[in-house]
């Protein structure tokens, strides 16, 4: 599966219980978190998001007084195997796709893991990896 979805990127708080609050809001609304990357800095935490659904997940962190901005992002499922991401990586250079950033998951008992992968060019690389 590859895909173009919605990712929601935020700046909390680097303190506990910040995260705790806004996934605990998004759950009590159905909202599924389907992919997170979190990077922190000295006061802030930047947190990407992908969830079920980015419109609804925007109301509700606005309702947060937490400020969304909306990205679009390719979401792929990937072989969980050793040299994946060395081909995808290499697909993209023949393309001359820049990857701007990217962050992925696999579990060791799974046959597939997940990027979500942020590139100068999304439908570019779709092609370059389709």
Known sequence: MISIE?????????RPGALARTCQALAKEQI????MSISDTVD???????VSDAKQAA???????IAAHEHQVILMDVPN????????AEQLTVAGI?????YCTGSPSQPTG?????TNDLEATINALS
């Open 6 to 14: 919605a990712q929601l990127s935020i700046f909390l708080d680097n």
């Open 32 to 35: 599924n978190i389907l992919a």
């Open 44 to 50: 802030d935490a930047v947190v990407r998001l992908v």
């Open 59 to 65: 109301r509700i962190l606005q309702g947060l007084q």
């Open 81 to 88: 195997t050793p040299g994946s991401l060395a081909k995808i």
């Open 98 to 102: 820049n990857i701007e950033y990217a």
């Open 114 to 118: 997940h990027l979500v992968l942020r």
